[in-house]
């Protein structure tokens, strides 16, 4: 696989690949709202190919603290052979050069196969928080 920075000309393939891996997408994924992330975090939005094609995707973000993970998408016909590790690794080489942490992602509750996959790689959940959000009108 073939590791590179994200391109704003490459939101429809991200955006399908997020769609067939079943992941939920909400209004902060307009491809406007992609392209603000872009604006921060360039460096951590890092997308993987093969054969030509986008087949793996993660968007990192860092608040000047901490490094945040988020939609890490494998293509369903390209799971389980190490893609997904290898672009998070990659992306947590990239966090250490920003000089990160600690590193936090969210993961739906009804996903456990990609919860054992984050424990797989190191990652372990905590139970002493609670997400909460907040949506300005």
Do not use: C
Request: negative net charge; without cysteine; charged residues 30%.
């Amino acid at each position: 696989m073939e590791i590179s920075d994200f391109s704003i000309d490459m939101y429809e393939d991200v955006h399908r690949l997020w769609e067939i891996t079943g992941l939920t997408l909400t209004a902060s994924d307009t491809e406007e709202q992609v392209a603000r992330l872009l604006e921060y975090n360039s460096e951590l939005f890092i997308v993987g190919k093969a054969e030509g094609n986008i087949i793996a995707v993660v968007m990192g973000a860092f608040d000047g603290r901490r490094g945040y993970v988020h939609h890490l998408a494998v293509d369903p016909e390209f799971q389980k052979k190490g893609y997904g590790k290898e672009i998070m690794v990659e992306l947590h080489k990239r966090f250490l050069i920003k000089g990160v942490v600690k590193v936090h992602l969210f993961v739906e509750n009804d996903t456990e196969g990609v919860i054992e996959f984050y424990k797989k790689i190191g990652w372990y959940v905590r139970d002493d928080l609670k997400m909460m959000s907040y949506i300005p009108e």
